[in-house]
């Protein structure tokens, strides 16, 4: 009874420090360092580089140290006090930390429940505290360090070798890093737009999280599906069709949902992977982010037309690639009929 109380006690924890970190990422790597520094990129470039360069060197540390992600995290809680006046050495240091822990928590993975549990506890906090100015969010990066930290401490340390492995398609991750690429130039696109603008607005942020809720719930319920990709691809067609249009309620109820429910299909992918293999899909992804941000700022934001059209002709291949194989079976099913007819 007490191992099981234990081992409870440290899932909880593990869950409350991805769930912490995870906000970090939205409420200051990705949304407020780029506020704060009014997305020059100039100034904000050092966090990509940091996290690039730190997802470099996580392949070669030694994850089943037990003092990993505690002393990364202690020196994330050390940075943020600095976080209002960050400059390039402290953005770089931020990112890199985030490189070193991000694809770490993701191997780590052993129960996918918390994952989704840890990812409604993100979204619901980030979506409620966006209001809060960047420069005003000191307070905040410090609680999640810190709540971070409490949890790298008591939590799970189950090595991240430990689990079976596998590889992941290369059409699959050509998938994933277009979905996140259309999610950061929408978001990105979205933060710059006076009319569309939707978080951090009062009207929106309770409508944001419940879509958010249940678009977790939904992907939890359908993450193994097979035709999760054909999905995602119909969720951002209608996302984008609605932000055309300009109808900002339509857009709560829908971009949220899309976002948690591509999100859980990412991740669902991603944690069984063998982790050099991880570790370069993580790499893809801040290319994907950073991208996206470019795009916004260079307001090519009709670029997405043109993913989509790419990934509807991804799903077209796989497709007749089916029904290629489909028409060879019949044919050879037909031909066995024909020579069963003749032996007989």
Partial sequence: MQHTLTMTFRHFAFLWLFAAEFTFYLLILQTGVVEQHHSVLSEIWMVPAGGMIGIILSVFADHRYRGYLPVLLALQLLLCVEYADAGGPILFALGLISGLTAPVLIARVTHFSLVVVALALSYAMGTWFFSVLADSRTSIALFLSAVALAGALFGSVEAVYGKAKRDISVQSAVAVFFWLLLDALLFETLSRDSVMHIWGEETYTGLIIFSHLVGLAVAYRMRDWRYNSRMILLLFTVTFIVYSTGWQWGLSLVYPFVISYYNVIILRRLTPLAYPVLAVMALTLWGASGLG????????????????????????????????????????????????????
């Fill in 293 to 344: 941000l470019l795009g916004a700022l260079t307001k090519m934001s009709d670029g997405a037309w043109l993913i989509l059209g790419i990934l509807a002709a991804m799903e077209l291949s796989v497709v007749s690639e089916y029904l290629t194989k489909w028409n060879g079976n019949m044919v050879r099913a037909v031909t066995r009929l024909k020579r069963f007819d003749l032996t007989f």
